[in-house]
């Protein structure tokens, strides 16, 4: 038995024969031919051929539902249609006496070369996409049989690494696992092992051609591949795999099902979300909406102070592709423990009590009104709901709602479309948990960030690895704290979710629920696992010892309600 | 002749797809169409020259249009532009 290491993409074991995939390399010869027409003619009915196939993946990926890979190959087979880049520099080459072959080389590289120089990031991913065209064309012409590469039996397939149109041709009822050499953790390959949940290992560095045919054990949970494993590690890991299957099969049969207990009571849940990337988990894991969208990344990506229109740009995505759901847009969060060069943020002796969120934005309100200006656009675009995060006071929301009214009203006198929003608070501090009376009166609804209030009402830094005897994240002043806050809330008509790491803890959400919670915001994955749970939950039981539990719905005033079930 | 500026509002600028169906577009007229930012140009009918000119949200574009239909052309790309970027 032998054991090598790599990064996993997915949890999951895979366990079979491995076959090794090789794209195939091709000797291209630069001596010149005299029959120039017949090489003209093969590129033709190569270019030809490989439109079409890019065309199949396209009306095959579009069946599958995976829009964003069938946008590839629909661009890629008008790519071949390119005279000025790509066909008529082939010709020209072709013209001097060249092979068909070379010519392809040569001009899409060039083309590839021109797309990587370029400074926007999409762009420069676009030479990928020239350079797969040139391996499928160049397969073409050597003809060379790409359909067998994979083999004829299920396998865990093992390769150097793996483009766009290779991941999307396998078959995926042959494939077990997937290793490469190479690869990245963005990669389209990685993103698409992902999406089918393929246990998936890259940069597994020790990948040997003499794999081929032996029986091993791909390991995604510890990230390595067992090359002929011993038979107790096969037992182990057979027995690992069965419980996933039975699990997966019991998560997937609660997408679509409503998250309501056993007694009738439902509860919204929504994903965490850290850009417009995460969309696509949002929607796969059956996510009614979206709790928590940190806009941190707009900040973070980017060099310099991001401009209105590139934030809008990334609210409207994101509000766009989930509509109707609701999307909670946090406000910029930074300061503590996220810093930015060109913030010029002065360094601080306690950054967890110190200048961040919206003390940084009230302080800036030229700052703050661009990102608001932003989410305003946006919300013509969608369902949006705005929050904002670090409050302790009354006036801090009064002067956020008035700065974005500001916004609004400039909005409208310029022509700019603005939608319908709610506007809400983080509950993060124990001072605003203990007013939340008043700040209720502000507001439409409340997310609970649970870490931050944590840390503050213990004086634990959450950091800190030596305080971890003292920390207890069940504390009952936190838990106190919450109950306190959703009754505030719900005496107003405000509604209230959480959003930090205890929303998704299993052991809480009966607690929660009897709280009173309208709304959960986890971790994508952590959707299902949740659906499960709340759809064990019986509070039937609570209802003869406290009357006040049946005196939902509370939340109608504002609309949630309303909108959510019209 | 004939021209027309357009200020791009699509969030990605000119990209892949909708770039695609541009040239579609245009190859529909037996006029020349170039596309004109600063000092870089490209054909309407040229693909990845179009999308290698890096035009972004907020970028204002010149369309100059010549040949024997170029006010039909005109009228037709400038249309497309507006639903489409």
Known sequence: MEVFKGTKIVNGI???????????????????VNDIAKEIERFESARVKVQEEQNALYEKEMKAGHKDTAGIFE???????????????CKEIMAEGHTAEYAVRQAFDDAARQFSEMDDEYFRARSADVIDLKNSMLDIL?????????????????????????TVKLDKSLLLGLVTRLGSSNSHTAILARSMNWPTLIQCHDVADDWDGKFAI??????????????????????????DKKKEEA????????????????????????????????????????????SEFVYLNSKTDPTEDEQFAAYKKVLEELSPRMVIIRTCDIGAD?????????????????FRAVRICLTRPAFFKRQLRALLRASAFGNLGIMFPMIISRWEVQKCKGLLQECKVELEQEGIAVGKYEIGIMIETPAAALCADELAEEVDFFSLGTNDLTQYTCAIDRQSASLEPFANTHHPAVLRLIRETIEAGHRHNTWVGIC??????PTLTEEFLKMGVDELSVNPKSILPLRGNVRNVDLSKYKTESPKAEEAPKAEKKGFFGRLFS | MKEFKYVITDPVGIHARPAGLLVKEAKNFKSTATFIKGEKSAKATALMKLMGMGIKQGDEVLVRIEGEDEEACCAALEKFMKENF
């Open chain 1, 14 to 32: 895979a366990i079979g024969k491995i076959k090794i995939y090789k794209a195939p390399v091709y000797e291209i010869s630069e001596e010149l």
């Open chain 1, 75 to 89: 661009a890629h087979a008008m790519m071949l249609d390119d005279e000025d880049t790509l066909i008529d520099p």
């Open chain 1, 142 to 166: 050597f003809g060379a049989d790409t359909a067998n590469l994979q083999g004829t039996e299920p396998a865990i397939l093992v390769a150097e690494d793996l483009a766009p149109s290779e």
């Open chain 1, 218 to 243: 791909l390991d995604g949970y510890n990230s390595c591949i067992y090359i002929e494993p011993d038979q107790n590690i096969i037992d182990e890991l057979s027995a690992k795999q069965a419980e």
């Open chain 1, 251 to 294: 998560l997937q049969q609660l997408k679509g099902q409503p998250s309501v207990t056993k007694d009738g009571r439902k509860v919204k849940l929504y994903a965490n979300i850290g850009g417009p990337k995460d969309v696509k988990a949002v929607i796969e894991n059956d996510a009614e909406g979206v709790g928590l969208f940190r």
């Open chain 1, 338 to 354: 996220k810093t930015i060069d060109y913030m010029n943020l002065e360094k601080e002796e306690n950054p967890a009590l110190g």
């Open chain 1, 500 to 505: 930090g790491e205890l929303g998704a803890d």
